[in-house]
């Protein structure tokens, strides 16, 4: 991720949470959660490591300006894979989430990391 910029990700704000980002001329909001398919995988405490058939990251962007606003982006994360939203790249690196970060907030050890890049000249 050398050449992408961090996303401002705060883990300890717990999940789901949202951002507002400027990237160029343009804004953008940012917003993360995840799903939990199957509840059991929260019973042992154990961070979730994401993606995993039980549960998953999924971010979204919409583009807020100029124009309406419009999402240009909703997918499950998967991390080093770069995603393609208009005119911008995203990547993501390896997500734990310790389960008292879901719905909740604190200084857990949860670990998102996740860049942005342009995707071409605007």
Do not use: H
């Not at 991390?79 to 690196?93: C, I, K, T």
């Not at 734990?96 to 995707?119: C, T």
């Amino acid at each position: 991720m050398s050449s992408f910029l961090r996303l401002p990700v705060n883990p300890d704000d717990g999940f789901p949470q949202a951002f507002s980002m400027r990237f160029g001329d343009r804004g953008y909001t940012v917003a993360l959660e995840v799903s939990v398919i199957d509840e059991d995988v929260l019973a042992g405490g154990q961070p979730l490591v994401l993606p995993r058939p039980e549960a998953y990251l999924v971010v979204s962007v919409v583009r807020e300006e100029p124009g309406p606003a419009e999402v240009i982006l909703r997918r499950k994360v998967v991390p080093r894979y770069e995603y393609q939203a208009a005119e911008l790249a995203l990547v993501f690196g390896d997500v734990s989430i310790d389960v008292r970060n879901l719905n909740g907030a604190g200084a857990f050890g949860s670990r998102v990391v996740g860049g942005v890049a342009a995707r071409w000249a605007s």
